[in-house]
């Protein structure tokens, strides 16, 4: 039986029926229809499915929908100020750090996830930020030159 | 280097703001009004026939819209090459465990798997036989006994499971092997492998109301998927319509058709849309991985030159052939002129998941054989290993296995490069008593894809261009193509338009694969803009009442070459053309075949290696490839860069387990099958050498699929560095490097003796 939840999504308040087994992913995709999350796995594994849940980067296939209610989730949707891409996301355009793009909303939600508790991090810290995200393409160099690059642009403009 | 305007600039890939916002669309990701979601059933034995499915009580299950089971598709076997070896979907007999026999379309995806639990099948087991050295031998459980009967089966030798023989010879190889002063022989082995593609494979299918059928599909091969899938349908090919979705990674596994016969003819039956997205133990079970391979080099070596191969290659294709046996021929040379050679290569079936494509199927396994033996040879030898590779490698003129020559090539300027970048020869010490390190090199040779390329580029009024091709975007090919057209007809980059396509718009196109699409659609799209640029000179000629050779075409114009400020941009001269005696100016371009350009780069693997655990991490890692020019670098250096760490994956962790007995995969998930994350891979290193190729769009080279195949050698190479042991046995698991630490046997036992019996037996 499909039960009531809200959660707050990309700074808006959602309301909508899910499964009490629905998870958050399943939630985004197929009830909000939020699909630049992606499904790579289901288990945990692959990380494409990673959104902020309270600020915090998580797997959202292992986050139960109903556990999320009354939490704020972002997306990769969310990030963009209108046109303007979120610095992490411009990055990874700027540097190639996408190829089929099917891993890339997952490592760009843990990239944005680890500058937020770590806005300086080393090459070293980069790669285990995105220790749990699998990407079969771009074999990573691109992406962590990205996230570095996006490290710089962030404190550059706090500079500013 | 000629001064280019668009291409060696590392443009933005076109399709980069949809991806990093999540704005682009997979096949999963699709939403049909009144859409129906599909699951499979399949098959839990190895072998068996198929007594009776009953599908009563899935049928009745509310909230279920259709099932079909193989009797339901037309009596049609279908091949994804010259064979046609294989159903659809189990009519009669099933060859291995996960082979579909019956699916469900129903309301959600929780009600279609409710539903395959009601469906009954009853089976009569059969023997199996998994083991490819099994299945070859004499008096061998027999795969499918049908075999003779298949339309395109050819080769009545080697034994009831062996489904392709290839072969290739030239020269006396007996008079070289008799007259050589050495003769080496050695055996490898290479594992299952899957391609790890990130996006499971899915699909959705829809019937329009005049009849026609809608796919969308997750596919590098749209024009395959319309034609196989019209086949086992029974349709005509223009019913059916493919729309080719972003594309989550291939690698080779999505050439070809899939699952989409599945949700197509559930929609045919049910009348709605259907949906099948796989699940990732599925990407694992249902999905032809690359399989095991034998090879078996033997070589003569005469005043420090090889003068002769003789080669056994073993492919085991699963339960139907697809990809890989080609390569036992055609690459069992590696990068050398070999005069003389006797080149074998068997398919042989058995009871497990038929192979797929994977990013040059056996090539990558051919490479790490040739490339250990002649680190074998050199060392036996007593030769430094890459000197002995540059005195054998082949040069411009050398006829290659199929005869054609060698056009001019950069093999020798990559060998150079990793040589002085890395001060080749040298010895690395380390200070740990535990541990050790070596380095190795491997050479890999490919060739850029053929096949049939289309293209076409129409000038927009406002003086942007579109362009329309059959290909599928792989890894920023469109943004390439874009590219080749800007620099062909002389405008930016934000004035091309890459169409969306469908297999209704676009002619047709070859399958997005085997390193074709930048060297031959490429091609084709600067033929395109040659033919457009003519067409826009034509125009502005015969308003300014001049002759073309006076006008030039570029930076967005057509202008008088003595007198630049008289001309027309080429949004005037589209907006001309609409009343001109021409009309809208579009140009085009095909082609069916390219000539053979090979592609060649040097690889560098420094690794460390644990004596007490076999533990092999790689410290640096060097390619250098020859890419004739680079149309985007950025784009060049992603690819060389992911095929390095998926060879690296392959050289040291990933292994598709299958149970002995049952052939079941063991480890059909991303926690057991153990793909390269970021925190184990080291920064990898590009060099790109440019010697333009005589063919390829301004002298482009293919890119993609060699970074592939040399970590596993360059890493055995340099594990025997390190510490003196050779493993032939992929992958160089922590296990085999330390049984063989221990004086352990790690040779790999294959009876070539009996091939070569059965091969002279042959009539
Ligand atoms: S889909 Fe959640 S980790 Fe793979
Ligand atoms: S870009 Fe394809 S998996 Fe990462």
């Known amino acids: 039986m499909k039960k009531p939840l809200q959660i707050t999504v990309n700074g808006e308040i959602r309301q909508f029926f899910a499964e009490p087994y629905c998870s958050l992913l399943d939630a985004l995709r197929d009830e909000l229809l939020l699909t630049g999350t992606k499904k790579g796995c289901d288990e945990g594994d692959c990380g494409a499915c990673t959104v902020l849940l309270n600020g915090q980067a998580v797997t959202s296939c292992l986050v139960l929908a109903h556990s999320a209610h009354d939490s704020q989730v972002t997306t990769v949707e969310g990030l963009a100020d209108h046109q303007k891409l979120h610095p992490v996301q411009q990055a990874f355009v700027d540097h190639g750090g996408l190829q089929c793009g099917f891993c890339t909303p997952g490592l760009i939600m843990s990239a944005v996830g680890l500058l937020q508790e770590n806005p300086n991090p080393t090459e070293e810290e980069v790669r285990f930020a995105i220790g749990g995200n699998l990407c079969r393409c771009t074999g990573y160099n691109k992406v962590v030159e990205a996230i570095l690059a996006a490290a710089q642009a962030m404190q550059n403009k706090l500079k500013a | 280097m000629p001064e280019y305007t668009v291409l060696e600039h590392s443009h933005p890939r076109v ?4 991806k990093v916002t999540g704005q682009a669309t997979y096949a999963a990701d699709l939403h049909l009004p009144g859409m129906l979601a599909c699951k499979l059933l399949t098959s839990p034995r190895s072998h068996a026939r198929i007594v009776s499915i009953d599908t009563s009580r899935a049928e009745k299950l509310p909230g279920v819209r259709a099932v079909i089971t193989g009797k339901d598709f037309p009596n049609t076997h279908f091949g994804s090459g010259g064979l046609k070896d294989r159903y659809i979907m189990a009519r009669d007999e099933v060859y291995y465990i996960g082979e579909p026999v019956a699916a469900v379309a129903a309301d959600d995806e929780m009600t279609a798997q409710e539903a395959l639990e009601l469906i009954r099948v009853e089976y009569q087991d059969l023997p199996a036989v998994v083991s490819p050295l099994d299945a070859l031998k004499s008096g061998a459980t027999v795969v499918h006994s049908d075999l003779p009967k298949f339309e395109g089966y050819g080769f009545a030798a080697g034994g009831p499971n062996v489904c392709t023989l290839l072969d290739a010879d030239r020269g006396d190889v007996e008079q070289a092997f008799h007259e050589a002063d050495h003769i080496f022989e050695d055996t490898f082995r290479s594992q299952g492998i899957n391609q790890g593609f990130l ?6 299918a829809r019937v329009e109301p005049n009849g026609r059928l809608t796919v969308w599909a997750s596919t590098q091969g749209p024009y395959q998927v319309r034609a196989q899938l019209a086949g086992v349908l029974g349709m005509t090919i223009s019913n059916v319509k493919v729309i080719p979705m972003e594309l989550g990674g291939g690698f080779g596994a999505k050439l070809r058709l899939a699952f989409e016969a599945f949700p197509a003819l559930l929609a045919i039956k049910s009348g709605h849309p259907v ?10 079970t249902m999905n032809g991985p690359r399989l095991p391979t034998h090879i078996h080099l033997k070589t003569a070596v005469k005043d420090g030159r090889i003068t002769a191969r003789e080669a056994h290659s073993v492919f085991d294709v699963g339960a139907y052939l697809g990809a890989g046996p080609n390569s036992g021929v055609g690459h069992a040379l590696g990068a ?5 050679f006797k080149l074998r290569s068997y398919g042989v079936y058995t009871n497990k998941l038929y192979v797929g494509s994977y990013r040059a199927s056996g090539v990558a396994d051919m490479t790490f054989a040739v490339e250990s033996h002649m680190d074998i040879i ?11 590779r540059t005195i054998n490698a082949v040069k411009e003129g050398d006829q290659a296995v199929g005869g054609a020559r060698t056009p001019r090539n950069g093999l020798q300027e990559t060998i150079q490069a990793v040589k002085e970048r890395l001060g080749l020869p040298k010895k690395l010490t380390s200070d740990n008593p535990n541990e050790a390190r070596g380095v190795g090199v491997a050479l890999c040779e490919w060739r850029s894809g053929s096949g049939p390329s289309t293209a076409s580029i129409s000038v927009n009024e406002d003086g942007t261009v579109s362009l329309l091709t059959g290909s599928v975007d792989i890894s920023g090919s469109d943004t ?14 934000e004035q091309v338009i890459v169409a969306e396509r469908d297999t209704d718009l676009a002619p047709f196109t070859g399958p997005s694969g085997g390193s074709r699409i930048i060297y031959s659609q490429g091609k084709a799209v600067q033929m395109a803009a040659e033919d457009t640029r003519k067409k826009l000179i034509a125009l502005a000629a015969e308003r300014l009442k001049l002759s073309p050779e006076a006008l030039s075409c570029a930076g967005g114009r057509v202008y008088v070459q003595d007198n630049p400020p008289q001309g027309f941009t080429l949004g005037q001269l589209a907006r001309q053309s609409l009343t001109s005696k021409g009309g809208p100016i579009i140009g085009t371009a095909a082609l069916s075949s390219m000539p053979y350009t090979p592609v060649f780069c040097t690889h560098a693997a420094e690794v460390v290696v644990d004596k007490g655990t076999g533990q092999v991490r790689v410290t640096r890692y060097l390619q250098a490839q020859d890419v004739g020019v680079a149309i985007n670098p950025m784009s060049v250096e992603g690819q060389l860069e992911g095929g390095v760490v998926q060879g690296i994956g392959r050289a040291l962790t990933e292994e598709i387990q299958w149970d002995p007995n049952t052939g079941k995969v063991r480890n059909p998930s991303l926690a057991t099958y153990l793909m390269p994350l970021a925190v184990d891979m080291p920064q990898v290193e ?8 005589p ?14 195949f040399g970590p596993p050698a360059a890493i055995a190479n340099a594990i025997y560095d390190a510490v003196g042991v050779r493993i032939k046995d992929l992958p160089l698991s922590p296990e085999r490097v330390l049984a063989a630490l221990q004086g352990k046997d790690t040779e790999i036992k294959m009876d070539v003796e009996a091939l070569r019996r059965a091969e002279a037996g042959r009539g």
């Open chain 2, 275 to 284: 949906k099948l997205v796989n699940t990732r133990e599925e990407a694992f």
């Open chain 2, 378 to 388: 050199a060392h036996k030898l007593g030769v430094d290993p890459l000197d002995f």
């Open chain 2, 15 to 18: 399709d980069a703001w949809e």
């Open chain 2, 686 to 693: 590009n060099i790109l050498i440019r010697v333009p190729s």
């Open chain 2, 199 to 204: 996006e499971p494979m899915a699909c959705a």
């Open chain 2, 336 to 340: 050398y002129h070999i005069p003389n």
């Open chain 2, 695 to 708: 063919d390829g769009p301004f002298g482009a080279r293919a890119v993609a699929e060699p970074p592939g």
């Open chain 2, 480 to 493: 390439s193509l874009a590219q080749i057209a800007a620099e062909a007809l002389g405008v930016k980059m």
